[in-house]
């Protein structure tokens, strides 16, 4: 009897541990389940900022290389520069080329092509076109003024200017935007040639020099002026020839421009009157 109540109580007791046991694994499965479904949340949350940091990680990168955009933009000017400048205005090859066309009979943007009208002289159309007859005529290879109805002429019609260097002794003669020749000359003693922007008023063939207390004539050994003037709305100053070819490319004038007679002559059948110059220091 004592032996039956032994193995119940014994029974009793194991099936009470195995029970206690198997709570005690549930508790924890549902404490592991509990601390999973608290972290999931997290993952998920962080993987959420992750992705929202990729993103204006992402907006922030694109935004750099949109500002990176103008640096490259100026690495190209840069890399240009080189050639700009030997296409620069003043490359003698390209002057070489522009002056060559502007005698030639080939029809440019500078030019148009005319067809003579009744009535019509080089006088009247260089005129209207602001050119020089004799331009005309070297252009077209005219040997005299005479020209007759349905002639077809090549006529120059882009503005010439001229603009002088006193610190380089040097003329440029510009067709347009574009410069076509580029001469040595002297300018004033001193620095005395005024500096600004005028116009040629007048032009003269084998002028005679008005000196103070002297007239002296065309051919003088003393005649300063060489065989053409232009002068400027600035009275007593002007564009001429010379007697003293050595004295090109220094200051050596009375506050004019001299160049070399030949030079002069072919400067002086080209531009016409109201010609814009512009002398600076």
């Given at each position: ?50 992705k929202k940091a990729d993103k204006d990680t992402f907006k922030e990168e694109d935004f750099f290389v949109d500002e990176a955009k103008p640096a490259t933009v ?48 080089l006088y009247v159309l260089a005129r209207k076109n602001h050119t020089t007859v004799d331009f005309i005529k070297k252009i077209n290879g005219l040997k005299s ?87 400027f709305d600035k009275p007593s100053y002007g564009i001429h020839g010379t007697i003293e070819p050595k004295s090109i490319g220094t200051q050596a004038s009375e ?27």
């Amino acid at each position: 009897m004592k032996k039956n109540i032994f193995l119940s109580v014994l029974m009793t007791a194991l099936f009470f541990t195995i029970a206690a046991g198997f709570a005690a694994g549930t508790m924890a499965e549902d404490a592991t389940d509990k601390t999973l479904a608290t972290l999931e949340p997290e993952k998920s949350s962080t993987v959420s900022e992750a992705k929202k940091a990729d993103k204006d990680t992402f907006k922030e990168e694109d935004f750099f290389v949109d500002e990176a955009k103008p640096a490259t933009v100026k690495a190209e000017v840069v890399e240009t520069r080189p050639e700009a400048e030997a296409s620069s205005p003043l490359n003698a090859a390209e002057m070489q080329l522009r002056w060559k066309a502007l005698f030639s009979k080939e029809i440019t943007p500078d030019s148009i092509l005319y067809t003579v009208k009744p009535g019509d002289s080089l006088y009247v159309l260089a005129r209207k076109n602001h050119t020089t007859v004799d331009f005309i005529k070297k252009i077209n290879g005219l040997k005299s003024d005479n020209i007759y109805p349905k002639m077809k002429l090549k006529i120059h019609t882009a503005p010439f200017s001229i603009q002088i260097d006193k610190s380089k002794n040097v003329l440029v003669l510009y067709s347009g935007d574009e410069v076509v020749k580029k001469y040595s000359v002297a300018t004033g003693k001193k620095n005395c040639t005024p500096v600004g922007e005028f116009k040629i008023t007048d032009k003269l063939v084998h002028p005679t020099w008005f000196k103070t207390g002297a007239i002296l004539p065309p051919g003088s050994p003393e005649n300063a002026l060489g065989t053409r003037w232009m002068g400027f709305d600035k009275p007593s100053y002007g564009i001429h020839g010379t007697i003293e070819p050595k004295s090109i490319g220094t200051q050596a004038s009375e506050g004019c421009i001299r160049m070399l007679n030949e030079e002069v002559e072919e400067i002086y059948s080209i531009v016409p009157t109201g010609t814009k110059v512009t002398i600076q220091d």
